[in-house]
């Protein structure tokens, strides 16, 4: 299981992004991402090559909700040389985008909507949208399981691996505890992203180190796949 460390709140990357990543980078971090706003383009680039030059994994996850403002997120996905771009939902226009480049794309199944995102959509939809999504060229999806609106997440987890085959599925949002990484897994989730209990102090509870919130939930991790 990968636990993706999300350098945002309140949707928005912090603005000392590079300050913190350089804080934590003795917790051996694998997967890092961030958002497409809150800092400048040129504090992006920055980020993105160092987390790629420490030999992990960079994640940027759209924001923008207006389709050009999206366009223009994997745009700059590409040219920032992310590895993997996660979220929206016009998945031919991002694709077109994304060909050719070392960027693979993870779209939103279901219907994301408002801002915090929430997620509509019944099992069934979950799983044609990945299914589509697969034979359009994706490399998986990223789903706001625990923002559902209208079905029970691990559900739509579970309908999202149904339709994904062996497309890579994310969680997106509200993991908080061993016992959600090990619902998500046994789901057939292979990743998850974490932001709130980590920023917030709660995955490790009396725990005032960010450091110390990302290495419990590393050793979480390993306990699942040993489990």
Known sequence: MDFIFMLTRQDRTITDCLRLYDEIRPAGLKHVGFKDVGVDRETLAKLAGRIRADGAI????????????????????????????????????????????????????????????????????????????????????????????????????????????????????SINSLSRISDIARAGAEAFTIVSAIFDGTYVANAGSITTQLEAVIADCKKVMVA
């Open 58 to 173: 960079a994640y940027m996850e759209v924001v923008s909700t207006s389709p050009d403002d999206a366009l223009r997120s994997a745009k700059t996905a590409v040219d920032l040389g992310v590895d993997r771009l996660l979220g929206g939902t016009d998945v031919d226009e991002i694709m077109k985008i994304t060909k050719g480049s070392a960027t693979s794309y993870f779209p939103f199944p279901g219907f994301p909507q408002g801002h915090p995102t929430k997620l509509g959509g019944k099992p069934a939809d979950i799983t044609n949208h990945c299914r589509s999504f697969m034979d359009r060229g994706c490399a998986g999806c990223d789903i706001l399981a625990y923002r559902a609106t209208e079905s029970d997440p691990i559900e739509l987890v579970k309908a999202a691996r149904a339709g994904l085959g062996k497309g890579s599925l994310i969680v997106a949002g």
